[in-house]
């Protein structure tokens, strides 16, 4: 019996040639050309399944505060604030739209997302908390209903969040009723 120790016999019958055994440089080249390739292909996708779910998240934060506001509002029995930033959503309280208390910590929306306030609709109010923070807000009254600014002509709100990448959701309250969707935009209208 013959013993192999890191050679493959290529040898036919009569013949003693052998090489060692392993890869050569063009098969390992031929992998990391088809491993490159398949990175191209799936990077892209990963990033737009990863801000799409950013996106979720952030638009449920929203969500979840104005469902949270109303909430507080017909508990409390007094106006709740929802109040907004580029960046984050905060809830707030008082009677002063200048000098209204914070309730509870910020809730700052996923890495990368922002409120796009120039595709928004709807009219806001303008608030400031006490530590001179200011905010585009929506109120709840205490029968949780929305509350529109003095002069305010639109029955329902539009937050959009938009994503590094250009996708965005909408959040929509509609003033009437106090009723909050989330939606995401048809293909190509994003």
Do not use: C
């Not at 709100?157 to 929509?172: A, K, Q, Y």
């Amino acid at each position: 019996m013959q013993a192999w120790h890191g050679r493959v016999s290529t040898a036919r019958k009569g013949e003693t040639r052998t090489r060692d055994a392993g890869f050569t440089l063009i098969e390992i080249a031929i992998v990391l050309a088809v491993i490159g390739i398949l990175a191209l292909v799936t990077v892209p996708r990963y990033e737009g399944v990863v801000e799409h779910y950013r996106l979720a998240s952030s638009a449920e934060t929203v969500a979840a505060s104005l469902r949270e506001a109303r909430q507080s509002a017909v508990e409390q029995r007094a106006d709740v604030f929802v109040g907004l930033t580029r960046t984050g959503v905060q809830l707030l309280a008082g009677t002063d739209e200048e000098a209204l208390s914070p309730l509870g910590a910020d809730r700052s929306f996923q890495t990368g997302v922002y409120w796009d306030q120039a595709h928004s609709g709807g009219d806001y109010y303008h608030l400031q908390d006490i530590q001179a923070v200011a905010y585009q807000g929506i109120m709840f009254n205490w029968q949780g209903f929305v509350t529109p600014p003095p002069g305010a002509t639109n029955e329902s709100l539009r937050v959009v969040l938009r994503g590094g990448l250009g996708d965005s959701v909408e959040i929509r309250v509609e003033a009437l009723t106090g009723s909050i969707t989330v939606g995401w935009p048809l293909p190509g209208q994003g």
